[in-house]
């Protein structure tokens, strides 16, 4: 989760893009690596790498997962609407139930919107019959199965389209 600084921080520069669109692209890169990317030098780009990770715009490094291949074969985006419980509490608590992958705040007529994957079909209906549903606080659900995806490309890696 970004940190508050990095949303009122001052913009990245071209470098900075740079970096943050490779290590997007690959973030196992090394630091010479990611220099010669660059065209920076080593030290440079350790630098820029603390700073960036300091200002909150590099939040951590991970292994992108295929769910599948992990056996959760089932995925499904749930909305939740909630009354009489502060937002960031019940989020908190959603995030950290079984199978709920992840937890976004929405406007609109839904409050939260949660990716949810399991390895069966009992299994999900489980995860939202029973835990997302017995948390206080949860008024409603509406569950929508995802039948396939696409994934796009990261935002750091449209640096065309970035403002400076």
């Known amino acids: 989760m970004m940190t508050e600084h990095a949303h009122r921080g001052e913009p990245l520069d071209a470098v900075d893009r740079r970096i943050v669109a490779e290590l997007s692209r690959d973030g196992r890169l090394s ?72 937890v976004q ?20 209906s489980q995860a939202i019959l029973r835990d997302i549903h017995d948390l206080p606080g949860v008024v409603s659900t509406r569950s929508h199965l995802i039948l396939d995806e696409v994934t796009g490309s990261p935002p750091a890696q449209s640096l065309g389209i970035w403002k400076a």
């Open 31 to 102: 630091v010479r690596t990611l220099a010669d990317l660059v065209h920076i030098s080593r030290t440079a780009a350790h630098n820029r790498l603390q700073h960036l990770q300091q200002r909150g715009v590099i939040t951590g490094y991970g292994a992108q997962i295929d769910r599948r291949s992990i056996g959760l074969v089932v995925s499904a985006l749930v909305v939740v609407r909630v009354a009489d419980v502060p937002w960031e509490q019940i989020a908190r608590q959603l995030a950290a139930l079984p199978f709920v992958e992840k």
């Open 105 to 124: 705040a929405v406007s609109g007529d839904m409050d939260l919107i949660l990716t949810v994957s399991a390895p069966d079909h009992e299994q999900l």
